[in-house]
């Protein structure tokens, strides 16, 4: 807290206005209560900026943006530029404040695969180093945090990057290119995400053959369809009961 309070701008400026302050003072031949006075507000202001900041980033469900690029030439930085514009609506120089509380920087949010998808090893490893950095996010936090997810990429590895986050609260984001902003899609934070579903409202859902260790699962959502009749072993096939979408 010592070391927050110190080098946080307020109590700069209170140092600065102390030096000069009394320089002047000593030129002139007054003024030291002046500049004394105007020193120590800053200070206790400081004190008080520091004291709000760490209510605000020792709470739970603390906001963490992620953007996560597979095989994509989109602009990363960019697009988490976009979310932190969103999230410091509710928590003003955020990405300032992590990396401030924290470490945390703009490349500890950032996850870009720019091998090739089918190069099965190569993804899973991607994927390993993925899990075991957003640990290491989540370790350097001291409550339970809500990762913001932007993903840009196909949607076959969509599913597997997903797979990186277990209980953890999760939200998803979907590019808006009219606004050139982000909307959100999906918000997940409980366990009901997660367990076993018996009915779909949007989702025709047909297993073909016998469910085994391996299976397929096809989904349709789009105007172009998957060609079932190409896939091996048990399928999974999810169809949207909308149309395309």
Do not use: C
Not at 28 to 49: H, K, P, R, T
Not at 98 to 118: A, P, Q
């Amino acid at each position: 807290m010592k070391n927050k309070i110190l080098s946080n701008t307020y109590a700069q400026l209170s140092l600065a206005v102390a030096a000069v302050g009394g320089l002047i003072s000593d030129e002139i031949g007054q003024g030291y209560w002046v500049a004394l006075l105007l020193a120590g507000l800053l200070f206790l202001y400081a004190i008080y900026d520091e004291k709000k900041n760490l209510k605000i980033y020792t709470q739970n469900n603390l906001p963490i943006p992620l953007v996560f690029n597979v095989s994509n030439p989109a602009d990363s930085k960019s697009a988490l530029s976009i979310l932190f514009t969103l999230l410091e609506k509710e928590f003003p120089e955020h990405q300032a404040n992590l990396r401030k509380h924290f470490n945390i920087i703009e490349n500890d949010l950032i996850f870009k695969y720019d091998g090739d998808i089918f190069n099965e090893k190569r993804f899973v490893d991607f994927l390993k180093i993925s899990k075991h950095n957003i640990k290491k996010l989540e370790a350097q936090t001291p409550k339970n945090v809500d990762f913001h997810v932007v993903y840009i990429g196909p949607i076959s590895s969509a599913i597997m990057v997903g797979t990186l986050f277990g209980t953890e609260g999760v939200t998803l984001y979907q590019y808006n290119k009219s606004s050139n902003s982000y909307n959100t899609v999906l918000e997940i934070d409980s366990r009901e995400y997660k367990e076993s579903v018996t009915t779909f409202k949007v989702i025709e859902k047909e297993t073909i053959g016998t469910i085994t260790d391996t299976v397929t699962v096809a989904i349709d959502m789009a105007s172009h369809k998957v060609a079932l009749s190409e896939l091996e072993g048990a399928v999974v096939h999810l169809k949207s009961k909308l149309g395309a979408t």
